[in-house]
């Protein structure tokens, strides 16, 4: 028998952000139905880096990133749960004095937003971080930024919904969604939702879900390939990026290396991705250019996991253009995990009060609307 609810939001999909969001509704008195086709957390908020870093986003991510910068350090309280955040500090590494001239210029212009990076030469780069290659010649270190688990932290906000009250349905695949003038109906597996409101954060199918109510949002699908070695004595200090991004890296509390780099293959219709070979190894060479000292470490998993990416490589969080009572939230193209909890949050603002306290001029999906054909992506992945 088909389920049927009646919800002040439905929201689609179950990312971090999702569930963030419906934590956030659920503290505002709203009554909210959560639906996700696999399970909460298990999609691109989960297979991710783990980075939490606000260095290196582009320059209209910066205030979100620097407001969900601070969620973070009250987040396990939040949760009643251990999401492993650490601000280690993200440090970005400089391979050539061209690389380097990057990092000073972006260094200046973040600092207009209050984000203080600190640029190190060889010397002082070499003083803190002895292992690290003949290849690196300099770097930016913002101190702030860390790392924490992908794999709990959408689960954990999914859980703390529950207990809030939200009817959080997992393996519920949405088939359609409408809108007929009064409200919205949201036909998913086993169940159909009426609400007021609508959250569109379906990732990797986001775009699909704007086009049922005629908005064009060109997402393709991104597959990040990682890799993670067995537990190793303490040694990486820092979460590392590159300039370029084709290549980061960072070791967990238990001493495993999480590294990633490039791309694995994705398939939209089954909704999985999955590694290459050839790719794992390519970034475990790059890898090897910058610590040395991991040459005898032994690899014991490789993954990958679907995203959404968009054509300007920033995603789309706003208001519909054609349908009141829709909000968007999807096409993070490979940096949304530390955005997740700020993302939730700006959710529930605009179903709330119609406005954010953030500028999101810049993602609104309005962007799109002149958008026609096909696009190739090979923009930077480093979560």
Request: hydrophobic share 45%.
């Amino acid at each position: 028998m088909m389920e049927r609810l009646t919800v002040d939001v439905a929201i689609i999909g179950g990312g971090t952000a999702a569930c963030a969001a419906a934590v956030a509704l659920r503290e505002a008195g709203l009554t909210v139905a959560l639906l996700e086709k696999r399970l909460c957390g298990a999609g691109a908020s989960g297979v991710n880096f783990g980075g939490v870093r606000q260095q290196g986003r582009d320059f209209s991510e910066l205030p979100l990133s620097r407001r969900a910068r601070v969620l973070w350090d009250g987040l396990n309280a939040k949760l009643g749960e251990d999401v492993g955040f650490e601000a280690t500090g993200h440090i970005k590494l400089a391979r050539s004095e061209a690389d380097m001239a990057v990092l000073e210029a972006y260094a200046r212009d973040a600092a207009e937003y209050g984000l203080d990076l600190q640029l190190l030469g060889p010397n002082a780069l070499r003083a803190e971080m002895p292992w690290l290659g003949p290849a690196v010649v300099g770097a930016s270190l913002s101190p702030t930024d860390g790392q924490a688990n992908p794999r709990v932290v959408g689960p954990a906000f999914a859980r703390l919904a529950r207990r809030l009250g939200a009817e959080v349905r997992e393996h519920a695949p949405v088939r359609h969604a409408a809108h007929d003038g009064a409200g919205f109906t949201v036909e998913a597996e086993g169940v159909s939702v009426r609400s007021r409101s609508l959250v569109n954060a379906a990732g990797a199918y986001g775009g699909a879900v704007a086009g049922w109510f005629g908005e064009a949002a060109p997402v393709a699908p991104l597959a990040p390939n990682m890799v993670v070695t067995e537990p190793l004595a303490p040694l990486v200090t820092r979460s590392i990026g590159v300039v370029g991004g084709d290549v980061y890296l960072r070791q967990t509390r238990r001493g495993n290396v999480v590294l990633g780099g490039g791309r694995g293959t994705a398939d939209s219709a089954d909704g999985l991705a999955r590694p290459v070979a050839a790719t794992s190894l390519g970034a475990m060479g790059k890898s090897l250019t910058l610590i040395p000292d991991l040459a005898h470490a032994q690899v014991i998993r490789s993954w990958s996991g679907l995203d959404g990416e968009m054509p300007d490589h920033i995603p789309v969080i706003g208001p519909s253009g054609t349908t009141p009572g829709l909000v968007h939230a999807f096409g993070f193209s490979g940096h949304g995990f530390q955005l997740g909890p700020v993302v939730g949050e700006i959710l529930a603002e605009l179903v709330t009060t119609g406005r954010s306290a953030s500028p999101l001029q810049p993602f609104r999906i309005e962007r799109f609307a002149a958008w026609r054909g096909p696009y190739r992506s090979e923009g930077e992945i480093e979560h």
